[in-house]
Structure formats: C-alpha cells, structure tokens
C-alpha cells in the first residue's frame, strides 16, 4: 500500500524573474509518463508568467504497465466505479502536496493554476472544482471528466477552465471534450474549449499559446 501522502519528487522551475515565487502551477502528466515529460511546459509559460514557480510532481504510483513511468490511479479495471474511486484517491494525494506547497510559498489558493495532460486533466478537474477557497483556475490538455453526475452534490469551486483536445487523438476519445465542456458549464463554470484539428493525444504548439494566454489571463 502507498502512504495515503507520499514524497513527490519532480522537477521545479523557480521564477524567471528571480524573485520569490507570486504564483504556483503544478503540472500534471499522463498515465505512464512522469514529470520531466511535462516540466518543459513551465519554460514555456515563464515568458507569461515570470513570477511564477512551476512543479512537475511524479504521480504516487508505479505504473502498473510501465516501471520506468508512474500513475494518478490504475486504469487496468475502467468501469465507471473504478475510475471513480482511482481519480478520488489521487484527488486526495495530491491536496495534501498541493497544501504543503502553497504553504511553502506563503501563497493562497487564488495563486494556484493546474495544468494537466491525459490522467493528468482528469485528477486535476476532480481536484478543481472541489478545492476551497477556489484556485485561480485549470487547462486540461487531452482529458475527461470522470463521473460527471456525482458533480451536482460534490462542486464546491468553480474556477475558469480551459480545455485542449485533439479531434485525432486516439486514446482519449475527442467526443471527451464535448462531454466535458457541457457538463461543467452546466454547472455555471467559465469553459474555453478548443479542439486541435488533426492532432493526435498530443499538446502542439498552438494548444501551448491557448494555454498560455488563458494562465496570464487569469493570473492578471
């Protein structure tokens, strides 16, 4: 059994600025993958956001098809109660690290932004719109929102939320977004949804400067 709040390791990136850190956005990989994967997204964000810290934990858990990547949650068994019950555990985790960071920082959660990819967005979404006091918002590149009927009872926050998808991608269905989007603006949050024409489960160029735009947007 994993300790219910491990030791994350990962790379971090100080503010470009060089000065104390002003913001915190906590990069989240995919299922199999790890942190350096994803920690190239904060250099490209710093020109946005020079005051900001950037920290691309390792997920908890080995990965159960992959020992040299780590897991938010298993995904061997994806019936809806198992996903739910994987992306609630992870959920968990990582509050607790996202509370030992902010304090750290002598930040709010008002300086807070998640970015995720794949696993990485469904962990994030579910932490997202349950984190009080609200964050400052989340992007979601090639994700889902897992059991978007337990929302009605659970939503606590409604921070702004982007979400990028490749219409080719070929591992987490495109109509994810779609699904996604509908379900959160039902519930009263600001949703910008950007499909990526011929875009594999990927993060290109362009879904970077969306991204981008919308953390120095909402950090303004």
């Not at 600025?17 to 989240?28: R, W």
């Not at 509370?99 to 990485?120: C, I, P, R, T, Y």
């Not at 977004?177 to 949804?193: C, P």
């Not at 499909?195 to 993060?203: D, N, Y």
Request: hydrophobic share 45%.
């Amino acid at each position: 059994m994993s300790s219910p709040n491990p030791t994350f390791t990962g790379p971090i990136r100080k503010p470009r600025s060089g000065g104390k850190a002003k913001q915190l956005v906590i990069l989240l990989h995919g299922w199999g993958a790890d942190g350096p994967n994803l920690i190239d997204l904060g250099d490209a964000f710093a020109s946005v956001l020079p005051d900001a810290q950037f920290m691309a934990p390792n997920a908890p858990h080995v990965c159960e098809v992959n020992p040299y990547g780590y897991q938010w949650f298993s995904l061997m068994d994806r019936q809806p109660q198992h996903m739910l019950a994987g992306v609630r555990s992870a959920a968990e985790i990582l509050n607790h690290f996202i509370d030992e960071q902010l304090k750290a920082l002598s930040l709010e959660n008002s300086k807070l932004a998640l970015v995720g990819f794949s696993q990485g967005t469904m962990v994030g979404l579910q932490v997202a719109l349950r984190r009080v006091p609200p964050m400052a918002g989340m992007v979601g590149f090639s994700g889902a929102l897992i059991a978007p009927d337990e929302l009605a009872k659970e939503i606590t926050a409604r921070p702004p939320i982007c979400l990028i998808h490749g219409q080719e991608d070929d591992v987490v269905p495109f109509a994810s977004l779609k699904a996604a989007t509908e379900a959160l603006k039902s519930h009263g949050i600001d949703v910008a949804s950007h499909p990526r024409p011929f875009l594999g489960h990927s993060i290109d160029l362009e879904g970077m400067k969306i991204a981008a735009e919308f953390l120095g947007k909402i950090f303004k």
